[in-house]
């Protein structure tokens, strides 16, 4: 049986053996983007209508071609010109990346795009959001052809560090895998809510013998004791 999605976080390693990991961003996020870029290109697109539609019928054609720009070179431009981040991704904090953590570069930006049309079936992004609610990265059938995944900016985060806990030594023996995962959580988990945090902690029960808080602070000492703090 398939374990539970606990989180959204994409683990990768580059070609320089650096490890990454990917906060990856759920369909609402996405969704809220998604509704900023559209009023915004409505605003250009009406902006740009009004000295056009006083051309008259010589003002179809550069008509059509705002509209194309705006509806499809858009976003293509934006996320490989911005670092992945259209207008509406950039005030939501997301970013559009290779699945490996790389820029997103010129083809996969317009494979991803021009499958919005599959996405959009049979309307409103019914395809997409559902196939995005069934992917572990929230990934609608755009990125997953593409190669490509929508992630939160952790930019603005602070340094990664755990919180103070009288260092303790793990009751069983831990693979370096098992070691780095619990030094990764002590160092997210108080980004996360009492709730999500004792939800991880329990994971480790079986060995651990403790539940709720308890579990959580004892995590913090055996991730200060693997980093040799002392607090």
Request: hydrophobic residues 50%.
């Amino acid at each position: 049986m398939r374990a539970p999605i606990l989180d959204t976080s994409r683990d990768v390693i580059t070609p320089e053996g650096v490890a990454l990991r990917l906060p990856a961003a759920g369909p609402m996020p996405r969704a809220l983007a998604w509704l900023i870029d559209f009023a915004l290109r409505l605003a250009l697109l009406f902006a740009g209508s009004l000295p056009l539609g006083a051309i008259g019928r010589g003002g179809v054609g550069p008509y059509l071609i705002l509209l194309f720009s705006l509806f499809w070179l858009y976003p293509i431009a934006f996320e490989v010109l911005w670092r992945g981040r259209t207008p509406g991704k950039r005030a939501l904090g997301l970013r559009v990346i290779s699945a490996n953590g790389a820029p997103v570069g010129w083809m996969p930006a317009i494979t991803r795009n021009l499958l919005r049309v599959v996405d959009m079936l049979p309307f409103g992004y019914a395809l997409g959001l559902l196939v995005s609610f069934g992917d572990p990265w929230g990934r609608r059938i755009g990125d997953m052809v593409a190669g490509t995944l929508v992630v939160h900016d952790g930019r603005s985060l602070p340094p990664a560090s755990t919180p103070p806990a009288e260092a303790i030594a793990a009751p069983v023996v831990l693979l370096p895998h098992e070691q780095a995962a619990l030094v990764a959580f002590a160092e997210r988990a108080p980004r996360l809510t009492a709730a999500r945090q004792v939800e991880l902690a329990e994971l480790t029960s079986p060995w651990l013998g403790v539940r709720g808080q308890t579990a959580v602070q004892r995590l913090y000492g055996i991730a200060n004791g693997l980093l040799g703090r002392r607090r």
